[in-house]
């Protein structure tokens, strides 16, 4: 869909970037809805941006972020900027990508009790926002994804995260077989999901820092993937129903994770 030609002032992101004349960036990923623009506006990692509002989203934001001046659009100019059906509620920002994490960075002088997912092949924008969501819930210190497999962060997956993406590093790798090597170095126990597994995840016997890795709703975690893991372990299921969305298993396993360190404390 072609944009229509705008002729009001574009906004920046904070009133420092224009009074040091920086100027929003002409390419970036478009961020929206309100967790995530608000995330996004206060995470020092990311430069100024372009920040565009409803009249009504602008009155709203003059009130919880005043240091913030947004270009005014109507809803239809704002629409042409943002994929089809993007639930933007009303504000969106164009930012600079997040400069890239490597795992070594990551897992560098990590607490006792630090938690990493991994996710294998999940290609759902959706999925991947919302296990970071869970995750940013939980404190765990970042979501693994292969590069090649995963969505791009922008747009869905970043409304989905509702914020996260600007609190829980998304960290890409190239070899997560590799990945995983590097985490079991870095002392981290590596904890597969599989609905097959005879261990369930509140009995295995794992403490400390733990990976939790899980593979797509379909064909869930590869062959390699597999044999890199310390344990395999499912969720115990007592419904008519055994298989759960990846994300909600993200949910759980986080949960009961942080649940058994908590009582040991």
Request: proline share 6%; hydrophobic share 45%.
């Amino acid at each position: 869909m072609a944009k229509r030609k705008m002729t009001r002032r574009r906004g920046v992101t904070r009133d420092r970037a224009a009074s040091s004349g920086a100027k929003p960036p002409d390419s970036g990923e478009w961020i929206y809805g309100w967790h995530a623009v608000l995330a996004a506006l206060n995470n020092p990692r990311r430069g100024p941006g372009r920040l565009v509002a409803t009249a009504e989203a602008v009155r709203r934001i003059r009130t919880e972020v005043p240091a913030v001046t947004p270009e005014t659009l109507d809803r239809a100019e704002l629409d042409t900027l943002l994929p089809e059906s993007a639930v933007h509620q009303g504000i969106a920002l164009l930012a600079p990508a997040l400069a890239p994490i490597a795992i070594e960075d990551l897992v560098a002088e990590t607490e006792q009790n630090a938690i990493v997912v991994v996710l294998d092949k999940v290609t759902d924008p959706h999925n991947v926002g919302a296990v970071l969501r869970s995750a940013a819930v939980f404190g765990a210190i970042g979501v693994v994804v292969q590069d090649r497999s995963a969505p791009p962060a922008a747009g869905a997956l970043t409304k989905a995260a509702s914020g996260a993406l600007d609190m829980v590093p998304l960290v890409r790798v190239t070899n997560l077989a590799r990945a995983l090597d590097q985490l079991a170095n870095a002392g981290f126990w590596r904890i597969g999901f599989d609905g097959t597994a005879d261990s369930t995840l509140a009995t295995a016997p794992y403490e400390g820092r733990t990976a939790l890795i899980l593979g797509s709703e379909g064909d869930g975690m590869r062959r390699l993937t597999r044999e890199a893991c310390d344990l395999l372990v499912r969720i115990e299921a007592p419904g008519a129903l055994q298989t759960l969305n990846v994300s909600n298993a993200a949910a759980i396993a986080l949960y009961e994770t942080v649940r058994r360190v908590e009582t040991k404390e």
